[in-house]
C-alpha cells in the first residue's frame, strides 16, 4: 500500500485552485473561476481537466458547465513517491478579444488547457452569437485547429484578437446548424423532460425562489420587508388536512409557455437535392411556416440560407426575389418574419437567464412518474431521430455504430499512475458507462415494441436474442430449461440482477487484464431485458470451445486456466472469495477461484473476459432450504429456512463486509483476552517490550498519514477496522503484536496506530513478526474461532459453490467444506440476529430516517439485508416494545411490501397485453389496485380499427402473445386477494385484507402515496390532474389518464475514486472541528467530482450541500445560498422533484435564505416542502416535526402567532410521539412553542409549556447544566411579565378608564433569536472563539505539523490531531 498523505500540509497548498471566496471577488460573482493548471511531479504536464460553470468577464454569463472543461485538479499528496513534489502552478488563464460578425468584440477569459473548440461551444450558447454554427476562429488570418490546446498555438496571448469567420456548409454543417436552430426555439420547452428523452429532467425550485437567489437578496431590501409576506399556506398544506392533491406536484412555471416563434420548421419533400441542383451547391430544402402564416420554401446551400421559388406541389429550386441570402437561418427568419425576430430575441434572453443546472443534461435518464398533457407539436428533428439515429446511427461517429465494447474496455485500460491520468480515465470510464446505459435502454425498448429482427427468427418469442447498436440482447425467460433446477423463470429473472451485482464488484475491485461486459438490465412492459456488450468473436464460435476457465452446465464440466486463476486470485481478497477445488466429469480436481458459473473467454482482441457472474456472493442458507443442514438457532426462531421462488439468493457485498468487520473485533478481543491470561500467568515483560519496540517506530510516523488515508481509515484497531466495499485491507499485524503491546501499555499511552507497512506483504496479509510460539498459538486459537482460512493472521474468505447443485468437492478437502457450510450458516444467522436488529436500532433513535419505498431498500441495502427480508424485518418491529416509534418506519415498510407485490403480478399481467391495449390494460390494474370502486371493469378498447380477422402469422410476433384479452377480467377482489398470497408466498407475511380501503384504513396508508410507489416501480407515468379514488360510483382513472409507460432501468454506476477520497477526508476534518481544512479538502473534492462526472451527479450534490452547510457555519452566508440553491436544483434533476433529498435540500436552502433575510422565499420553499413530504410519506413522520418547527419559527418570525403555534403544536406531538416524553427534542419543541405564547402575552399557557420543558432538562442533565438553567430563568422571566399583566388588568377593572396602565413590553421576536432556534433545531452549532483562541489554535496545529515532518513526537502522549483514540475494548 502506498501511503498517500492528504494531510493538510500536503494536500492544501495555500493557493487553493478554486478559493470561492477569494473567485466571488471577481467582477462577475461566484461565475467567475479562477483557474489553475497543474503540473505534476513528472513536469511533463498532463492538466487534469475540470468541469466549471465559467463566466466570461464582461458579460458575467454562465455557460454550459460541458461547454468548458479547464484544468483544475490537484494532485494528492504523495504521488507514488513519499517526498511530496506536487508543485502546483496557478496559471490563472488569460482574456481574448473575439471579434464575431455584426457584433461589437468582447472579451472571453480562457485559460491555456482548453481546447479551441471549447471556445466554439461557447459562441454558440452565448445570446448575440448562439445562431452561427458553421464558422471558424482565425488569430492574423490564421485558422486554429478545433482540437488544439490554446496553450500550444503561437501568438496567442492576453489580449489578442480572435476573429469569427464565416465557413461554407456542407450537408453535415447544414443538419448541424438546423438541430442546433430547433434546440434554441425549444429551449425552455419542458416535454423533452416529460417524455423522458436526452437527459431531460425537470426542476421546479426557481418557481419558488422567483429566478435566481444570488440576485434576489440584493433586490429585495427595500424598505421593511415584512409588510409584503403572504404567509398563509394553502388550505392542503396545514396540519391535520387529509386532502393530498397531486396537481401542486407540477406547479405551472410561466416560462414555460412558449413564445412561438415559428409554426413549422420541418425538411421539404423535395429532398435530397437532385444532381443539377447539388452542381448549383444545394445541400438540402427546408419547409418553414411563419407565425404570420407565410409558406416559404428554404434552400441551404454551401453559402447560406435563402427562399426559393418552390411551393409545395411545384420545384423550382431558383432563389426568390428578394432571396435574403444569409449565412444564419435565424438571420434569414428575422428578415421576412418580424414576430419570430420579437419572440426570438425574447426568448433567448430568458433561456440565458435560467440556471445553467436547469438545463445541462444529467449523466442518466430521470423518468418523471407525472406529467400534465402537453401538446405535440410538429418538429422535423425528432421525427428523423426517431427514424435515423434509432436505427444505431450515432450522430457523432458518422456513418457507423459504436464499438460498445471496444470502447468499454479500452477506457479501463487507460494508464492510471497519477492523479491527473487517473482522472482522464474515470471521466473516459464514466462517460462512455453513461453513453452506453442509454444505448442499451433504448435498443431493449425496440426489441420489446418489437421494432429489432431476432438473430435466431424462427425459434419462440421467448427465446429469441437480439443483436442492435452492438448491443446483445436477450429475454429474462428460462430458454433451453438452462436453470430448470434453480427455479425456472424466476430464476431466470433474478440471474441478470445478480450477475448485474457480480459486475459491479469486479469492476470495483478493477484488476488490471481482467475484464467483464459492460451490463444494463432493463424491465419494460413486463420483460426483463438483459442488454452486454459483444465480447468480438463470440458470435462466430460455439460457447464450448470459448469457455477455457469455468463450466458451461453448473459445474458437470469444469475447466480451469492459469491466467484466470493468477488473475482472480488479485480479487479473492477484496471480494472474500475463497481459492477452491472442485471435481470435473472425469472426477478430476480442478482449481477455481470463483463460482462454477463463472466463465473465462479470451476475445479474438486478446483480452481474458469473464462473465454470469451471479454467484459472485455466497448463497444465503436462510432462503436455500438443504436436506440434512441445521441453521443457527438464531434463524431457525426466525422461521428460517424458507423456501424460496429460486435457488440463486445470494448474500449482499454489503453483509459480506459487515460479517467479516464482526468477525474481526471478536478476533481482536479473544486475542488481546487470551493474552493477557497469558501475561498473568507468567510476567514475560521483555518480550512484549520487544514487540512494542518493532511496532513503536513506524506507527508514529505514519499515523497522521494513514489515518486519512481514506479507505475508510484502515487503522487496525478493534474500533476502527472499518471494511470499504472496494478494498479492504486488513494489515493486521498478526493483531497479536498489537494486542499484546495495547494489552500492557494501554494504561499509559496509545501506541501502534496505523498498519505497520513493515510487516505487510503486497496483498495486504500480514506476516507475524512474532516468533514467539505462545502468541502463535494464541493467535491460532482465535483464528480457528472465528473461522479465519489462515492459522496465521485473520482471513475470512468465502467459497461460493457450497451448496450449488451440480457442484462435486474432491474428498481432501472435505474438512475445508465443513469449515465453509458453518460460515455460511453464521453469516444468514448474522444477518437475522445482527443486521436487523441493528436496522431497527437506527430506525429507532433517527440515525436512519428512511420516507418512501427507495430509501427503506436502500437503508436496507446499507446494511446488507435483501428486500427478501422485508417480511421478517417488519414482523421484529412489530414485536418490539418500542412499536408505536416505529409507527413510520412500520408504515413504509407495509407499503413497499404491498407494492412489490403488486409490481410481481403487474408483471405477468403486461406481458400478456398487446400494444394496442396498453393504456386501457394499465388504467384497468391501477382501477383494481387503488379505487374503491368495487366492480372496476376493463374497457375492451373500443378498437379504433375494427379488423376481427386477425391473420395469425401476426399473432406470433409479439413477445408472449397469447389470449389478449385475459387482462380485462382482473377484478379488485381478485387483485387484492393475488397480492395477500403474494406477500405470503415471497414476504411470509400476513396482510389481512381484501381491499384497497382495508388495507388504507388498517396500516394508516394514503392513496397518493401507493400510486407514486407502484408508478415508479413499474415506470407509469399518469397524467397529473387530481383522482377520486373513494368514490364508489365511477373508476378513478380512464385510458385517457396513462401517458406513458418507462423502462426501469439498472446499470453500474462508476465512482470517481480520488474525488471521493477528498470529500471523506473532508467530512472527517469536519468532525474533528477543522472547517477551513475541511472546507478546502471538499472543495478540491467538488472539483474532482466535475471533472469525472461533468457538471449533474448525485456525488456533486452531497458535495454541494456540505460545502453550504460549512460555508454557513463560518458566516458566508451568499455563498451557502448559491451552493444550496445548486445542490437543490442537481437533486430535482438527478434524484427527481420529490425525492426524499430533494426535500431535505429544500428545508436546508430555506434555512439559508431565511439567515439571508428572505422570509417569504424561505416560507415558500418550507411549504413546498412540507407538501411533497405529505404526498411522499404522509404527516406521521419523525422528520415532519422538524420540517414543522422550521416553519413555526419562521412564522413566528413574521409575526403569524396563530399559524405559528398550529405547526409548532404539530411538532410537538410528532416529537413526543417518536421520541419519547422525556426526550431533549420534546423539551425543546415546548420551549419554542412557549416563546409562541409568549408573544401573543398568553402567559399561563407559555408558563405550562416552559415548565414541562424545564422538567425534562432537569431529569435529563441535572441543575448544573447551562439548558436547565436558562429554562428556570425564563420562567422566571414568564412569571415576571404574567405578573405584571395581572396587575394591569385588575387596575383596569378596579379603576375603569382611567387607570395608569404600565406599559407592558410585547416584544415581536428578534430575527436574531429566530435564527438562533432555527439552527439549533436543525442541528447547526456555532462555537464562539475568540481571536486570542484563533490564534493559539493555529499555532498549536503548525507545531504539530512541524514535529510530524520531522517524523517524531516529542513525548508520545502528544497525539496528532488527526488520531483517534485506538485502545481496544477488553471485556
Known amino acids: 500500500m502506498v501511503s498517500k498523505t492528504d494531510d493538510i500540509p500536503a494536500s492544501v497548498p495555500n493557493c487553493n485552485p478554486v478559493d470561492l471566496a477569494e473567485a466571488g471577488d471577481g467582477a462577475q460573482d461566484s461565475k467567475d473561476t479562477s483557474k489553475t493548471s497543474l503540473k505534476d511531479s513528472c513536469g511533463c504536464g498532463h492538466s487534469a481537466d475540470t468541469a466549471m460553470v465559467n463566466g466570461d468577464g464582461a458579460h458575467g454569463h454562465a455557460e454550459e458547465a460541458e461547454s468548458k472543461q479547464d484544468g483544475n485538479g490537484e494532485a494528492d499528496g504523495g504521488e507514488e513517491s513519499n517526498e511530496q513534489e506536487v508543485i502546483v502552478i496557478q496559471d490563472t488563464g488569460f482574456t481574448v478579444k473575439i471579434q464575431a460578425p455584426g457584433t461589437e468584440p468582447f472579451d472571453l477569459q480562457v485559460s491555456p488547457q482548453e481546447m479551441v473548440q471549447e471556445i466554439h461551444q461557447v459562441l454558440m450558447d452565448r445570446e448575440d452569437t448562439c445562431h452561427r454554427t458553421c464558422f471558424s476562429l482565425q488569430l492574423d488570418g490564421n485558422v486554429l485547429d478545433n482540437f488544439a490546446e490554446l496553450k500550444s498555438i503561437e501568438g496567442l496571448q492576453e489580449g489578442s484578437l480572435l476573429k469569427v469567420v464565416e465557413e461554407p456548409y456542407t450537408v453535415r454543417e447544414a443538419r448541424i446548424h438546423v438541430r442546433h436552430i430547433r434546440d434554441l426555439l425549444k429551449s425552455l420547452d419542458p416535454s423533452d423532460a416529460y417524455n423522458g428523452v436526452d437527459c431531460n429532467s425537470l426542476s421546479f425550485l426557481s418557481i419558488f425562489t ?44 410561466k416560462d414555460w409557455k412558449p413564445m412561438q416563434c415559428l409554426k413549422v420548421l420541418t425538411m421539404s419533400g423535395w429532398n435530397p437535392p437532385p444532381g443539377n441542383r447539388k452542381m448549383h451547391g444545394d445541400l438540402m430544402y427546408l419547409y418553414i411556416v411563419t407565425v404570420e402564416e407565410r409558406h416559404v420554401s428554404v434552400t441551404a446551400s454551401t453559402r447560406g440560407f435563402y427562399l426559393n421559388q418552390s411551393t409545395t406541389y411545384t420545384f423550382n429550386p431558383k432563389p426568390a426575389n428578394p432571396s435574403f441570402l444569409s449565412h444564419s437561418l435565424v438571420e434569414l427568419l428575422s428578415q421576412i418574419s418580424p414576430a419570430f425576430k420579437k419572440n426570438f430575441t425574447a426568448l433567448q434572453k430568458k433561456r440565458v437567464q435560467r440556471h445553467p443546472f436547469e438545463r445541462i443534461a444529467t449523466p442518466f435518464q430521470v423518468y418523471s412518474w407525472t406529467a400534465p398533457q402537453v401538446d405535440h407539436a410538429m418538429d422535423c428533428v425528432r421525427a428523423e431521430d426517431a427514424y435515423t439515429s434509432r436505427l444505431g446511427y450515432e450522430e457523432h461517429i458518422p456513418g457507423q455504430t459504436r464499438d460498445w465494447n471496444e470502447e468499454l474496455q479500452t477506457t479501463r485500460e487507460l494508464p492510471r499512475k497519477n492523479l491527473p491520468e487517473r482522472l482522464l480515465r474515470e471521466r473516459a470510464i464514466f462517460k462512455v458507462h453513461s453513453d452506453f446505459a442509454a444505448a442499451a435502454t433504448r435498443g431493449a425498448m425496440a426489441v420489446i415494441d418489437g421494432n429489432v429482427m431476432a438473430i435466431n427468427p424462427g425459434e419462440e418469442t421467448r427465446m429469441q436474442m437480439f443483436i442492435w447498436n452492438n448491443i446483445f440482447f436477450s429475454l429474462g425467460f428460462d430458454v433451453r430449461d438452462h436453470y430448470r433446477e434453480l427455479g425456472g423463470d424466476a430464476a431466470a429473472h433474478a440471474a441478470p440482477t445478480n450477475d448485474l451485482n457480480g459486475v459491479r464488484a469486479y469492476g470495483a475491485v478493477d484488476v488490471e487484464g481482467l475484464y467483464t461486459l459492460g451490463t444494463v438490465v432493463v424491465d419494460y412492459r413486463g420483460y426483463r431485458v438483459t442488454a452486454q456488450s459483444i465480447i468480438p468473436g463470440i458470435l462466430e464460435r460455439e460457447q464450448e470451445q470459448s469457455v477455457i476457465y469455468g463450466s458451461i452446465d453448473f459445474g458437470k464440466t469444469v475447466v480451469s486456466h492459469s491466467k484466470y486463476l493468477e488473475l482472480l486470485e ?21 482449481e477455481l477461484c470463483s463460482s462454477v458459473e463463472c466463465k473465462g473467454i479470451i476475445g479474438n482482441d486478446g483480452r481474458h473476459y469473464i462473465l454470469d457472474l451471479l454467484r459472485t456472493f455466497p448463497p444465503d442458507l436462510n432462503f436455500l ?19 424460496h421462488r429460486h435457488r440463486l439468493a445470494c448474500l449482499r457485498q454489503e453483509l459480506i463486509e459487515a460479517f467479516v468487520e464482526h468477525r474481526y473485533l471478536l478476533f481482536m478481543k479473544m486475542a488481546a483476552l487470551q493474552l493477557m491470561q497469558q501475561k498473568a500467568n507468567k510476567d514475560t515483560k521483555t518480550d512484549a517490550l520487544a514487540i512494542t519496540e518493532t511496532s513503536e517506530t513506524p506507527s508514529e510516523s505514519n499515523a497522521d498519514t494513514t489515518q486519512t488515508q481514506t479507505t475508510a481509515s484502515e487503522s487496525s484497531s478493534a474500533t476502527e477496522a472499518s471494511t470499504d466495499n472496494t478494498s479492504q485491507t486488513d494489515n493486521s499485524t498478526s493483531a497479536a503484536s498489537e494486542a499484546a503491546t495495547d494489552g500492557e501499555e494501554s494504561s499509559s499511552k496509545p501506541t501502534t496506530n496505523g498498519p505497520l507497512d513493515l510487516t505487510t506483504t503486497q496483498n495486504g496479509e500480514c506476516k507475524s513478526p512474532l516468533e514467539d510460539p505462545k502468541s502463535r498459538e494464541v493467535v491460532l486459537n482465535a483464528c480457528k474461532a472465528v473461522g479465519s482460512i489462515s492459522n496465521t493472521s485473520f482471513d475470512i474468505r468465502f467459497n461460493p459453490d457450497i451448496f450449488s447443485p451440480g457442484v462435486r468437492f ?28 441493528s436496522l431497527v436500532k437506527d430506525c429507532l433513535d433517527h440515525s436512519a430516517l428512511p ?15 435483501n428486500v427478501r427480508y422485508l417480511g421478517s424485518v417488519l414482523e421484529f418491529v412489530d414485536k418490539t416494545p418500542a412499536k408505536a416509534q416505529l409507527e413510520h418506519f412500520y408504515r413504509i415498510g407495509i407499503s413497499e411490501l404491498i407494492t412489490r407485490c403488486a409490481k410481481h403480478i403487474f408483471k405477468t399481467y403486461l406481458q400478456g397485453v398487446e400494444l394496442s391495449a396498453l393504456s386501457a390494460a394499465v388504467s384497468h390494474f391501477l382501477n383494481c389496485f387503488l379505487s374503491s370502486f368495487p366492480d372496476a371493469v376493463a374497457h375492451l378498447p373500443p378498437d379504433e380499427l375494427v379488423s376481427r380477422r386477425k391473420s395469425r402469422k401476426r399473432r406470433n410476433r409479439v413477445p408472449g402473445g397469447g389470449d389478449n384479452t385475459a387482462w380485462a377480467s382482473l377484478t379488485p377482489n381478485e387483485l387484492w386477494k393475488n397480492i395477500a398470497s403474494e406477500a405470503q408466498s415471497y414476504y411470509h407475511f400476513t396482510i389481512q385484507c381484501e381491499s384497497v380501503d382495508q388495507v388504507v384504513e388498517k396500516y394508516g396508508l394514503q392513496k397518493t402515496t401507493l400510486l407514486r410507489e407502484i408508478s415508479i416501480k413499474t415506470g407509469i407515468q399518469i397524467l397529473i390532474k387530481e383522482y377520486n379514488f373513494d368514490s364508489r360510483h365511477k373508476p378513478a382513472f380512464t385510458e385517457e389518464d396513462i401517458l406513458n409507460i418507462f423502462p426501469v432501468v439498472k446499470h453500474v454506476n462508476p465512482k470517481a475514486s480520488d474525488a471521493f477520497h477528498f470529500f471523506q477526508s473532508g467530512q472527517a476534518k469536519v468532525q474533528q472541528g477543522f472547517l477551513k481544512e475541511g472546507c478546502e479538502l471538499i472543495n478540491e473534492a467538488l472539483n474532482l467530482f466535475n471533472n469525472v462526472y461533468g457538471a449533474m451527479h448525485v456525488e456533486i450534490c452531497a458535495c454541494l450541500r456540505l460545502l453550504a452547510r460549512l460555508n454557513y457555519i463560518m458566516g458566508d452566508h451568499p455563498e451557502a445560498l448559491s451552493n444550496q ?32 433575510g428572505q422570509l417569504s422565499t424561505a416560507l415558500k420553499l418550507l411549504y413546498r416542502a412540507r407538501y411533497l413530504m405529505l404526498l411522499v410519506s404522509g404527516e406521521d413522520h419523525p422528520e415532519m416535526a422538524l420540517l414543522d418547527s422550521n416553519i413555526g419559527l419562521v412564522l413566528h418570525g413574521v409575526m403569524e402567532y396563530d399559524l405559528s403555534l398550529r405547526f409548532l403544536e404539530n411538532a410537538l406531538t410528532i416529537n413526543t410521539k417518536y421520541h419519547g416524553l422525556r426526550s431533549l427534542k420534546v423539551a425543546l419543541s415546548h420551549h419554542l412553542v412557549a416563546r409562541v405564547y409568549e408573544s401573543k402575552a398568553e402567559f399561563r399557557s407559555a408558563l405550562q409549556h416552559e415548565k414541562e420543558g424545564y422538567t425534562i432538562y432537569k431529569n435529563q442533565m441535572g441543575e448544573a447544566h447551562e439548558k436547565t438553567k436558562e429554562s428556570s430563568e425564563y420562567l422566571k422571566y414568564l412569571t415576571q411579565q404574567a405578573v405584571a399583566l395581572q396587575r394591569t388588568m385588575n387596575e383596569i377593572y378596579k379603576n375603569g378608564s382611567n387607570a395608569s396602565i404600565m406599559p407592558l413590553k410585547f416584544t415581536a421576536p428578534s430575527m436574531a433569536s429566530v435564527l ?56
Do not use: W
Not at 440576485?215 to 396540519?239: A, F, V, Y
Not at 445542490?1127 to 438527478?1134: D, I, K, P, Q, T
Open 570 to 590: 488479485k480479487t479473492s481478497r477484496p471480494l472474500k472469495v475463497q481459492r477452491h477445488n472442485v471435481l470435473n466429469e472425469k472426477n478430476e480436481t480442478v
Open 1125 to 1156: 440553491q445548486k445542490a437543490v436544483l442537481m437533486s430535482e434533476r438527478v434524484l427527481g422533484i420529490e425525492h426524499p433529498n430533494t426535500i431535505q435540500e429544500y428545508m436546508h436552502l430555506a434555512l439559508y435564505c431565511f439567515a439571508n
Open 1316 to 1371: 438562533e432556534q432555527l439552527n439549533i433545531i436543525n442541528g447547526i452549532i456555532f462555537i464562539p472563539l475568540s481571536q486570542k483562541d484563533l490564534e493559539n489554535l493555529k499555532a498549536e496545529v503548525q507545531r504539530r505539523q512541524q514535529l510530524q515532518e520531522l517524523g517524531k513526537s516529542e513525548e508520545p502522549t502528544e497525539d496528532s490531531p488527526l488520531e483517534l483514540e485506538d485502545k481496544i475494548p477488553i471485556d
Open 851 to 865: 420516507m418512501d419505498g427507495a430509501t427503506l431498500t436502500e437503508a436496507l441495502h446499507q446494511r446488507g439485508i
Open 210 to 253: 422567483d429566478g435566481d437567489l444570488g440576485d434576489s437578496g440584493k433586490r429585495k431590501k427595500k424598505g421593511n420587508e415584512l409588510e409584503q409576506i403572504d404567509c398563509t399556506p394553502p388550505e392542503h398544506i396545514l396540519p391535520g388536512s387529509k386532502e393530498r392533491p397531486l396537481v401542486p406536484l407540477q406547479p405551472q412555471n
Open 625 to 643: 432450504p438443504v436436506d440434512g443442514e441445521e441453521l443457527p438457532p438464531e434463524s431457525q426462531r426466525q422461521g428460517f429456512p424458507r423456501q
Open 810 to 837: 474432491p474428498d481432501d478437502s472435505t474438512d475445508d467444506v465443513q469449515k465453509q457450510k458453518q460460515l455460511l450458516k453464521d453469516a444468514a444467522a448474522f444477518l437475522v440476529s445482527c443486521q436487523i436488529p
